[in-house]
């Protein structure tokens, strides 16, 4: 058995980083950049107003009254999207609305909240800070600012961004290519009828969503029996893949033949058994090019292995920057208790009360019990030497679904 860090170390070290391509920005929501994005543009371009008032000269307030204010005379108009060339002049205000190019020579806007106008003049009401109002060309993003970095996942806002930056299209980290096996002989599939000793397959449909999810191609190839052959038969159509996942049929019972059948296949094993709950039987192997991870069957021991130990290893393929979930730190409701010698990952509930984060581990922790990772929303990391956290005291957390629902 090995720590999980070890573990994680091994299935990293074997995982290699898969190409680029380039694809429109429209295609890359979910993706993994795959190159630095530099700004060959200032953003804004041009120094622009950031309210609808009127543009003046900074000087135009030398002998401000702050009884009557300062009555200018207006020069112009300039709506967003044009330009307009006067020459400057302190006492007059150009008519400027917000995103409009700020003519030359004028430097403060004043809103129109703070103006009274009559036919051509206006009245300026109240004193302003010169460049107030005006938001500065490439005060946002300068020309040559590095602004999205190679490895980072690419969500909508980043999206938007790419479109500012004037990129059309981008280069993303290719697919890895995932085969997934779900081994029993106990499996059924959705729609058939639930004969004796049987149950539904879940592995299947939980693990390809969350391979979709995390950007992945899947190749789904169904269920096989409990037998070698059947085994190696399924396994012979999965299409050349970068990842291989098999469910179920890795622990020490009768009829778990998944390491044997692997060995077999001249698999070369890398690790069984990791010190963690739930899912301690996961087997890690190398079959060709091929990564070959070995889950415990159960629904729940299925979703943590594949979080904990198959998302690094894709999100090193994708070349990632992050290659785990993200850990934070809340406060815990009730006090916890384990032995020590595993990290486990406990579903939990995690909340926001008067601001802060508070969790508190589901009542059901057995790995037979889907329905608490189904109302959990993180897992609780609880590290392996440590055998109680008390009420009140801090604790790691992973979170996994919406907080709140
Ligand atoms: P195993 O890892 O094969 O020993 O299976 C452990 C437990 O998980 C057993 O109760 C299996 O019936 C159950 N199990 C295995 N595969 C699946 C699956 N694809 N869907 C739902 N339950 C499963
Ligand atoms: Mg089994």
Redesign the pocket.
């Known amino acids: 058995m090995i720590k999980v860090e070890e573990a994680i170390n091994t299935i990293l070290s074997s995982t290699s980083t898969l190409k680029t391509e380039v694809v429109d920005i429209m295609e890359a929501l979910n993706r993994i950049l795959g190159e630095d994005i530099y700004s060959k543009e200032n953003i804004p371009p041009f120094n622009n107003s950031a309210m609808d008032g009127y543009a003046v000269i900074s000087s135009c307030f030398d002998n401000f009254d702050e009884e009557s204010g300062v009555l200018l005379n207006i020069e112009g108009n300039i709506p967003a999207g044009y330009e307009l060339k006067v020459s400057p002049c302190k006492e007059t205000a150009i008519r400027i609305m917000t995103g409009a190019k700020v003519p030359e020579g004028y430097d403060t806007v004043i809103p129109i909240e703070y103006t009274k106008s009559n036919n051509n003049k206006v009245m300026i009401l109240k004193r302003a800070r010169r460049w107030e109002n005006v938001r500065f060309q490439g005060e946002d993003i300068k020309e040559g600012d590095l602004v999205l970095k190679k490895g980072e996942l690419i969500n909508p806002t980043k999206i938007g961004m790419l479109a500012a930056l004037n990129v059309k299209y981008v280069k993303v980290a290719v697919k890895p290519k995932v085969a997934i096996l779900?081994?029993?002989d106990?499996?059924i599939n959705l729609g058939e009828e639930l004969l004796p000793g049987k149950?539904?397959?879940?592995?299947?449909y939980s693990l390809q969503s969350m391979l979709i999810d995390a950007g992945c191609n899947v190749e789904d190839l169904g269920i096989a029996k409990d037998n070698r052959y059947e085994i190696i038969n399924k396994l012979k159509r999965a299409k050349e893949c970068d990842i291989l996942i098999i469910?179920?049929?890795?622990?020490v019972?009768d009829y778990?033949y998944t390491k044997i059948t692997l060995k077999e296949m001249g698999a070369e094993e890398k690790f069984w058994k990791i010190a963690v709950k739930p899912g301690k039987p996961v087997l890690f192997s190398i079959l060709g090019n091929t990564l070959v991870f070995g889950l415990?069957?159960?629904?729940a021991s299925t979703v943590v292995a594949f979080q904990e130990f198959v998302l690094p290893s894709i999100y090193k393929l994708q070349g990632r920057i992050n290659k785990q979930l993200n850990k934070v730190t809340a406060v815990l409701e009730e006090s916890i208790k384990k032995k020590p010698g595993k990290v486990h990952f406990l579903s939990g509930k995690c909340f926001l009360k008067e601001g802060r984060l508070y969790v508190k581990a589901m009542k059901k922790q057995s790995s037979?019990s889907f329905s608490s990772i189904i109302n959990s929303n993180c897992f609780i990391v609880v590290p392996e030497e440590v055998t109680e956290i008390k009420k009140g005291e801090e604790v790691l957390i992973q979170i996994t679904n919406e907080i709140g629902e």
């Open positions: 779900a081994t029993g106990e499996l149950i539904r397959n879940i592995n299947s469910s179920g049929g890795v622990s019972g778990d415990p069957g159960n629904p037979g």
